[in-house]
C-alpha cells in the first residue's frame, strides 16, 4: 500500500489543522493506520492510531484530548484533526500502515511497514 500525507502548515498557537493520508495499492480498509510525528534532532513519535475497523483509537498523552483520528475506508483516506495546537507540536508528521488484528493498534515505529513521505506542521507561538 501507498501512502501520502498531505495538510500540514503554518499556524499559530491554539489554531487547528487536519492531516489526510490517502492510500493507494492493497486495500486501505484492512490495515491499523498509525500517526508518528518527528521534530528536528528527536526521534520519531507516536502520536496516535486507528484500527482497521475503526472501533478503537489509542493516542499519546501529550495529544489525548486535542487530536482525533478518523478514517474513511470508502474513500481510502484516514484523517488527523489536530486541535488547540502548541509550538512543541511542531513536527513532521507521518501517516504509517500496517496489518494488524481487526481492533489491534501499536505505538511502535518498527511494527508499521508502509509509511507515507511526511507532512511539515510548524505551529508559532
Known amino acids: 500500500v501507498q501512502l501520502q500525507a498531505s495538510g500540514g502548515g503554518l499556524v499559530q498557537t491554539g489554531a487547528s489543522l487536519r492531516l489526510s493520508c490517502a492510500a493507494s495499492g492493497r486495500s486501505f480498509r484492512s490495515y491499523t493506520m498509525g500517526w508518528f510525528r518527528q521534530a528536528p534532532g528527536k526521534e520519531r513519535e507516536f502520536v496516535g492510531a486507528?484500527?482497521?475497523?475503526?472501533?478503537?483509537?489509542y493516542y499519546a498523552d501529550s495529544v489525548k484530548g486535542r487530536f482525533t483520528i478518523s478514517r474513511d475506508n470508502a474513500k481510502n483516506t484516514g484523517y488527523l484533526q489536530m486541535n488547540n495546537l502548541k509550538p512543541e507540536d511542531s513536527a513532521v508528521y507521518y501517516c504509517?500502515?500496517?496489518?494488524?488484528?481487526?481492533?489491534?493498534?501499536?505505538?511502535?515505529?518498527?511494527?508499521?511497514?508502509?509509511w507515507g513521505q511526511g507532512t511539515l506542521v510548524t505551529v508559532s507561538s
Open positions: 486507528i484500527s482497521w475497523g475503526g472501533s478503537r483509537t
Open positions: 504509517a500502515a500496517q496489518y494488524l488484528g481487526y481492533s489491534d493498534v501499536d505505538v511502535h515505529p518498527s511494527k508499521y511497514r508502509y
